[in-house]
């Protein structure tokens, strides 16, 4: 009853979220995202969140890095990488649909970030040594192109 139904709301790490909570939550808001920090979960709580709840309910799925202080490196690539290594099931389409575009949604930049197209100014990253049968797993450089 303290939140407003009408902005975009953002719960961060997730660990111990349920299929009832994500339902509960979208049921009072359309503009729910999950925000997932797989590194800091794994330093704090040596746990990840169950992504097939988010999956089996199509919630928003944010990543981010938390910060230094719970989080050896803050890169997006890593934490793709790890959501990979330890829940393989969630492929890599979606790995970068949650690093970019709902991440730009979630924050509320999404006419400007979160994906290519005319009039946006997406961060772009190569990723070296990409190979479609192993996703993000494979990649072992990657760069900011300016």
């Not at 959501?83 to 690093?99: E, H, N, R």
Request: net charge negative.
């Amino acid at each position: 009853e303290h939140m407003d139904p009408k902005q975009r709301t953002l719960f961060v790490h997730n660990t111990m979220t349920t299929v009832e909570d994500i339902e509960a939550a979208t049921k009072w808001n359309k503009n729910i995202y999950w925000a997932t920090c797989p590194n800091a979960n794994l330093f704090i709580e040596n746990r990840m969140p169950n992504y097939q709840r988010f999956l089996d309910t199509n919630a928003k799925v944010t990543i981010g890095t938390d910060s230094l202080t719970s989080n050896w490196q803050l890169s997006i690539v890593e934490e793709m990488k790890t959501i990979a290594k330890f829940q393989s099931y969630v492929d890599f389409d979606t790995l970068l649909q949650w690093a970019t575009l709902n991440g730009a949604e979630a924050l509320g930049f999404e006419d400007e970030l979160g994906s290519i197209e005319k009039g946006k100014t997406p961060g772009l990253v190569l990723l070296e040594g990409f190979d479609p049968a192993e996703g993000i797993l494979g990649v072992e450089k990657w760069m900011r192109i300016d």
